[in-house]
């Protein structure tokens, strides 16, 4: 996740300046995990749907882990389907 | 468009995380203003990343309205990370160019300063003496004019006076045993059984003058190989020089050399420093080889490897799941609040349904 690897960056960055401790960073990650949660689970509407072939499927540690292959993601805003395969 | 909605979401999520950060940081002894600076890096980075448009950045989009814009510091953060970047390899190059010319330096230092009269006095500053050609030529000149004076006396003594010179200069290949020998009167050496100290040494110098001369013949073709490799001319003048050329260590040992001692070494002079910062060029080019060569071997692996479209992050989405079910081969999905990266762009969503055929 972009915004979650950005963060971490940002605070090596400032740890490798001396401005920050790792106990404060360590702190940091977890409120953005609690705010990011947080976040996610409020104030979004959309809808998306994808279909795809499964390459392999996973469950551990109450985690599911799909490989899909040629997804067609529809995202029902305003974007309209597309498509994209990997 | 929930790609643009990501971006006023990210900033909601950022600002969430510094206030309730505030208070913690306080408590930890961090100023605030290190937590203004971490938000000011941390939306630079997300701005880079370019996976949706922020509403700090400094473009606005076509619909989305911009929320108050905060001033990203493009410039001053995106020109650190390169200083550091550049200084570093100047560093590297100047540190690569300054250890080429102190090889060389230590190589012609040791001889003069082999002068049991102690002519030269103090030591030689490391790196000065050998682009200096006239300090040079004195030096040669005196040393030929020692030589004279205590020719019968220098063999023998030359080679226990060389012994310091040669293991400074083989320090660096490990081959340091001579000294070792020191104060035994017969030494086993390697097919010729128990013979005394003398002969030993000479014939230890034969023996790592002869592999001097070899690996010096070594990187001689290496270089001009690729001196080949660029220019045609220059390469052939310096292989015409360079067999003339002896070092004044080998022209000690060599018992023809005397009154033509100094001119030749005085014609081989300019060329040797010369010849020398060739090398140590040639060597830094070998280098510079080395990584292209490496570059091209890493391309095609990378190739393989990268068939996305996205710049390095994979696709992924990461959510939270109510339902997963399966029949047969048919799996069905039910997932909520997630973060969706797709050919570089980030869409946040609510809700998701899945259906895998296996």
């Not at chain 1, 976040?39 to 795809?52: A, C, E, K, Q, V």
């Not at chain 2, 690569?96 to 002068?115: C, F, H, S, W, Y």
């Not at chain 2, 790592?208 to 045609?232: D, V």
Request: include cysteine.
């Amino acid at each position: 996740n972009s915004l979650g690897t950005s963060l971490a960056d940002s605070i090596d960055t400032l740890i490798q300046r001396n401005a920050m401790t790792e106990v404060a960073a360590n702190m940091l990650m977890q409120h953005f995990d609690r705010a990011m949660t947080a976040r996610l689970t409020t104030d979004l509407r959309s809808t998306i749907s994808i279909n795809g072939k499964i390459e392999n499927y996973r469950f551990c540690d109450e985690i599911w882990t799909f490989t899909i292959s040629d997804a067609i993601v529809k995202i029902s805003r305003a974007g309209g389907p597309r498509e994209s395969d990997s | 468009m929930s790609n643009q909605l990501v971006g006023e979401v990210y900033q909601r999520i950022i600002q969430d995380v510094i206030d309730t950060s505030v208070i913690d940081f306080e408590e930890a002894g961090v100023n605030a203003s290190t937590l203004e600076e971490l938000k000011q890096v941390w939306q630079q980075r997300l701005s880079d990343l370019h996976v949706a448009h922020f509403p700090w950045d400094p473009a606005p989009p076509e619909t989305v309205a911009p929320t108050p814009a905060q001033p990203a510091p493009t410039s001053p953060t995106k020109a650190q990370p390169q200083q550091p970047g550049i200084k570093q390899e100047a560093n590297a190059q100047n540190s690569a160019g300054i250890m080429g010319q102190n090889t060389g330096g230590v190589r012609i230092k040791p001889e003069p300063g082999l002068d049991p009269q102690g002519v030269y006095g103090p030591p030689v500053t490391p790196g000065n003496p050998t682009h200096n050609p006239a300090l040079a030529e004195q030096r040669a000149r005196q040393n030929v004019a020692q030589k004279i004076n205590m020719n019968p006396q220098v063999r023998p003594n030359g080679g226990g006076l060389v012994l310091p010179a040669l293991s400074q200069q083989r320090q660096q290949n490990g081959q340091n045993g001579i000294p070792q020998h020191d104060g035994a009167d017969d030494v086993p050496i390697e097919g010729y059984g128990n013979i005394s100290r003398d002969e030993a040494d000479r014939i230890l110098l034969r023996r790592i003058g002869a592999a001097e001369r070899e690996s010096a013949k070594a990187t001689e073709e290496l270089t001009n190989a690729l001196k080949g490799l660029k220019t045609t001319s220059s390469s052939k003048s310096s292989k015409k020089r360079r067999p003339r050329r002896q070092d004044a260590y080998e022209a000690a040992l060599d018992g023809t050399n005397s009154y033509p001692y100094p001119s030749t070494l005085l014609s081989s002079q300019t060329p040797r420093p010369v010849g020398i910062s060739q090398l140590d060029g040639d060597s830094d080019e070998d280098i510079a080889d080395e990584d292209a060569i490496n570059s091209d071997l890493d391309d095609p692996e990378d190739d393989e490897i990268d068939n996305e479209d996205e710049d390095e992050v994979p696709q992924i989405m990461l959510c939270m799941y109510d339902k997963v079910q399966r029949t047969k081969n048919k799996w069905k999905c039910v997932l909520k609040d997630g973060v969706l990266t797709i050919n570089g762009k980030e869409y946040v969503f609510h809700k998701a349904n899945g259906e895998y055929e296996w």
